[in-house]
């Protein structure tokens, strides 16, 4: 009895490892959505409305979802900072300070670049690294989907499969 309760928990366990890579990579997707989503957002109200970036990191904050909310509160909430920390300093923090973001070097870096950008120069100029920046990350989303449909699979097929050996190799 106790052989197939540890039988049972080592393929549990396996299989828990490969649905949890293939629900990493579900995360990573939606959140490049959400920030491509917000990014965009951001883009409009600057251009249209020349909203001020107070207003705007309240609003983001606000109607964003999962990490990409995060990263527009941390920045609204540090707003007052300003005269001893650049925009763009804030914008760091942010982005650092929150690792369920799942970026990779390309798309933090795109980000970074645009922190450096954002609140420094005029609506034309914040304009069109916003809509850089967002046509970036819509690649690197649409990357990031294919991973996930190629990967997902592999990573569920792999963790049941490894899970059904294990308890085979040891019955």
């Known amino acids: 009895m106790i052989r197939w309760i540890g039988a049972l928990l080592l393929m549990a366990g396996a299989a828990g490892l490969g649905l949890g890579a293939a629900a990493q990579l579900r995360t990573r997707v939606a959140s490049l959505r ?3 989503g917000a990014l965009g957002q951001l883009e409009r109200e600057l251009t249209f409305r020349l909203t001020p970036m107070p207003e705007l990191m309240e609003r983001l904050a606000r ?6 909310a995060y990263l527009f509160a941390h920045c609204r909430d540090h707003l007052w900072e ?20 799942l970026l990779d070097e390309r798309e933090s870096q795109i980000l970074l670049e645009l922190g450096e950008v954002l609140g420094r120069y005029d609506v034309e100029g914040q304009s069109g690294a916003l ?25 569920t097929t792999l963790g049941l499969g490894s899970g059904a050996m294990l308890v085979i190799l040891l019955l």
Do not use: I, M, T
């Open 63 to 68: 109607q964003s979802q999962g990490p990409a």
């Open 34 to 36: 959400s920030l491509v």
């Open 82 to 101: 300003l005269g001893e920390k650049s925009f763009g300093q804030l914008w760091r923090e942010a982005l650092d300070g929150e690792p369920d973001l």
């Open 131 to 155: 809509r850089n920046s967002v046509l970036e990350l819509e690649r690197c989303l649409a990357g990031a989907e294919e991973e996930q449909r190629r990967l997902g699979r592999v990573y």
